[in-house]
């Protein structure tokens, strides 16, 4: 029985709060596009701000502290207009997935990590327990005239594309006056971005990325 469980209730608490931020996530060969989850797949589509399908959260408690070898640490990307979770292809050069995600139950093919910064910002996107499948914008790099809509994001080894370099960037999720979220649990604490994820800290009425 979780329904009384104070770690259980600070989990969710954290959760809904960490779901108050959005990412946008596109790879160096293009930044008018951007990743998407558009009926059941998942490709690139023209950047659209005020398109949901586009926006994702990025969860890092749901991966209970695991690491990739490297040691980054996982998480599961979530699509705000579905509530689907990126999950492991099936295999090499194959497609990468959507699920239905479930906070409460830990599944380790929807897990991810992100190499070092590898270009300006963008870094490469991986499965958390194999390194060498990465997030690919299939037959999107300049020999083929980069990406266009409905290119899909398979897993594919290294080969040092411009389309296998990506940048989790993030976007406040509200629109309106600026806000601080805290913690219910210890109003010490306020919801921040550090890493492009979400996280709460010591409230610094100085940091601006804790007012969204």
Not at 52 to 68: F, H, P, S, T
Not at 175 to 204: F, H, I, W, Y
Request: proline share 4%; aromatic share 8%; net charge negative.
């Amino acid at each position: 029985n979780i329904a009384g469980d104070p770690h259980h209730e600070r989990r969710q608490q954290y959760y809904f709060v960490a779901m108050a931020y959005t990412f946008r996530i596109h790879c160096r060969a293009s930044d008018d596009h951007s990743l998407a989850l558009i009926d059941g797949q998942v490709v690139l589509a023209a950047a659209d701000p005020g398109d949901d399908r586009q926006r994702w959260y990025k969860d890092v408690m749901y991966a209970g502290g695991l690491k990739d070898e490297a040691g980054n640490p996982a998480f599961a990307l979530v699509n705000k207009a579905t509530g689907d979770a990126l999950k492991h292809s099936l295999g090499y050069h194959l497609p990468v997935r959507a699920i239905r995600f479930n906070p409460g139950c830990l599944d380790e093919s929807v897990l991810w990590s992100e190499s070092r910064d590898v270009a300006g910002g963008f870094s490469r996107v991986h499965m958390v327990n194999n390194m060498e499948y990465i997030f690919d914008a299939e037959r999107g790099g300049s020999e083929y005239g980069g990406p266009r809509d409905g290119t899909r994001l398979i897993l594919f080894r290294w080969i040092r594309g411009d389309n296998q370099l990506w940048r989790i960037s993030d976007e406040p999720a509200g629109r309106g006056p600026p806000m601080r979220v805290s913690s219910e649990c210890n109003q010490e604490l306020s919801l921040t971005v550090r890493d492009g994820a979400a996280v709460l800290a010591s409230t610094d009425l100085e940091d601006d990325k804790q007012v969204s």
